[in-house]
């Protein structure tokens, strides 16, 4: 019997500052294709017929309240922001460790600085809406989504190569 890949310690960065010992929790971006049921003359049933993929976003919470936060909010530039998840995942039956490392670029969307009390922490909860996102676990590129640059990479494979050359990219 195996047992799952546990997180054990984890670390946020903000445009390269670490928050270790502040971030507390990364709501990590759902990945969703985008169907569109199509069903025609002949066909018995819907099938989703694959349009992309949803929006990427990012939700993260902090403990307290930093300045660097709220720097970010309302830029211009789409992918202004760049997080970086890092989280450490061990299996208790092999003691095997695996590093997982989450690249993400942005814009905060929204900064939630939550109730302020006298005596208590309090916590900042950013939502982050997403242009670049990679995994990477155990130093092996899982997934990469560049939505600007139209890049879906899927395990080595380049999902959207062929129609970027079609269009002459």
Do not use: C, W
């Amino acid at each position: 019997m195996a047992l799952p890949r546990t997180l054990k310690l984890m670390n946020v960065f903000l445009n390269g500052d670490s928050y270790y010992g502040i971030a507390k929790e990364a709501e990590l971006p759902k990945l969703s294709s985008k169907l569109e049921d199509y069903r025609a003359g002949g066909m018995f049933t819907e099938v989703g017929i694959n349009l992309g993929i949803e929006k990427l976003e990012l939700t993260h919470k902090y403990a307290g309240v930093d300045e660097h936060f709220y720097t970010g909010f309302a830029e211009a530039e789409i992918s202004k922001e760049m997080i970086r998840f890092a989280g450490s995942y061990e299996r208790d039956d092999t003691g095997e460790v695996t590093p997982v490392e989450v690249l993400m670029r942005g814009r905060h969307q929204e900064i939630d600085g939550g109730n302020s009390k006298v005596g208590e922490i309090g916590e900042t909860t950013i939502k982050s809406a997403l242009t670049y996102y990679k995994l990477t676990m155990g130093g092996k590129e899982i997934i990469e989504i560049d939505t600007l640059n139209t890049i879906l990479k899927v395990n080595g494979k380049d999902v959207y190569k062929k129609h970027r050359e079609a269009i002459g990219l």
